[in-house]
């Protein structure tokens, strides 16, 4: 399905007839891709929670960004209209979704292993001598002499 367009009088603006011809071909690809996500319905409810939250995202996305496109096509300036909001709803629901994911795949500490470790670090092996007692310091004539002599 490849319509083609008759520019008639308009031919001769090339950037007009190049700038359609883009638009043209971009709303092929996205059919392209409409066309695969529509006989996904079928198996939406066999997948996964965060495939399924994925998908709703990146649909959600899709469709508002369609809107806008629509929008600008008309003429008229997507801003002033709810679509702008919706775009920036998702967005925001994205970054919360890729951060819940970073929050998962980020490393975990194992508390009885690194227990174990700073013990083990902390421990000395010289018998008798424990870690945690203070020892009085002793007390030296000397340093005392010298004290005075100032």
């Known amino acids: 399905m490849d319509p083609e367009i008759n520019y008639g009088d308009l031919s001769y603006s090339i950037d007009l007839v190049e700038n359609t011809e883009q638009l043209k071909n971009d709303l092929i690809e996205i059919k392209e891709v409409l066309d695969q996500l529509l006989p996904l319905k079928a198996h939406y409810n066999t ?27 008309n003429g008229m300036d997507p801003t002033r209209y709810p679509v702008a909001g919706e775009l920036q ?15 998962q795949n980020r490393p975990r500490l194992d508390i009885p292993v690194v227990r174990r470790f700073i013990r083990g670090g902390l421990h000395i092996r010289n018998v008798g001598y424990q870690p945690y007692t203070v020892k009085k310091p002793t007390n030296n004539n000397t340093n005392q002499d010298d004290r005075d002599e100032l």
């Open 47 to 73: 997948l996964s929670l965060p495939v399924k939250i994925e998908l709703d995202l990146f649909l959600l996305f899709a469709l508002n960004s369609l809107q806008w496109i629509k929008l600008q096509v």
């Open 89 to 103: 709803r998702v967005k925001i629901a994205m970054i919360k979704w890729q951060q819940e994911c970073d929050r």
